[in-house]
């Protein structure tokens, strides 16, 4: 008997190219679309003395200090502190919630003891630990640093621990089914299980980590970003504040673009539709 038409052809039959496609065009620079149209309006605005720029100064403004600190070489001074203690408090943070997380998750036991004691502490604010690191560890560079690692921790922990909890069970009994040996079964079933998790979880680790410096930088210290934002608040100097606050975007931006650029080597094996053309 011949086949009905409105039948539909089994999977088998699709070709390669009824498969969707992954872009490979330039990356659209759409994104920049809004920011720049803001940043003209208000700088239309003030030139027009609609609003005043005094408290909120006009990107011209702005872009006229953020060129005298590079000039000067203050700004690369400022971005290579702040930078370094992202950086080696991100590493640190990082891997202790990875360990963390890969240990609770795996293990009942130590997910009953542990978890709970580290979900109360996520709870804190990260303000609140200032006045501890510095009583523990002084003023200097392994507070700052260590602020930065804790808050870094707690988002890989959650997503580690919960992208391990969350891996289906059946196929890990397919694994064991073909006999896979556990090495082979970590490596061909529960890695890829958990990658995009941890993926997402080191991405908000970043993003925190960046956040809390701020809180770091409050420390006495005297250079970095964070060290800009508090002169340019005590001098009234509203325009270095917002170039501080630019930096600060464009470096935590920068950095996950780096981050998500060096794992995607570790998810082509994914069929994602966001990058279906579409």
Do not use: C
Request: aromatic share 8%; net charge positive.
């Amino acid at each position: 008997m011949s086949r009905s038409l409105a039948e539909p052809a089994p999977p088998s039959t699709l070709t390669v190219e009824d498969r969707p496609r992954r872009r490979t065009g330039p990356i659209p620079f759409i994104g920049l679309l809004l920011p720049v149209a803001l940043a003209l309006g208000w700088e239309a605005a003030v030139a027009a003395g609609i609003v005043n720029g005094r408290l909120m100064p006009p990107p011209s403004r702005i872009a006229d200090t953020l060129w005298f600190l590079a000039s000067t070489g203050e700004l690369w001074l400022h971005v290579a502190a702040t930078a370094w203690r992202v950086a080696v408090g991100f590493a640190a943070g990082a891997l202790a919630g990875i360990l963390a997380g890969a240990v609770t998750g795996s293990f009942p036991g130590a997910r009953r003891l542990v978890d709970p004691t580290i979900q109360g502490l996520r709870a804190i604010p990260s303000i609140a630990w200032v006045p501890l690191f510095i009583l523990w560890f002084g003023i200097y560079e392994t507070s700052k640093v260590t602020l930065i690692a804790t808050g870094v921790f707690f988002p890989v922990y959650l997503g580690v621990a919960s992208a391990v909890l969350s891996v289906d069970r059946k196929i890990v009994e397919v694994g064991r089914a073909f006999r896979l040996s556990r090495l082979a079964l970590v490596r061909r079933v529960l890695l890829p299980a958990v990658l995009p998790q941890t993926v997402t979880a080191l991405r908000t680790g970043l993003g925190l980590g960046w956040m809390f410096v701020v809180a770091a930088e409050f420390m006495g210290a005297s250079e970095g970003l964070g060290y800009l934002l508090v002169d340019g608040q005590q001098l009234g100097k509203a325009d270095q504040i917002v170039a501080a606050i630019l930096v600060f975007a464009l470096l935590g931006k920068i950095s996950d673009w780096l981050l998500a650029a060096a794992l995607s080597p570790l998810l082509s094996w994914q069929d994602r539709h966001g990058e279906a053309e579409g």
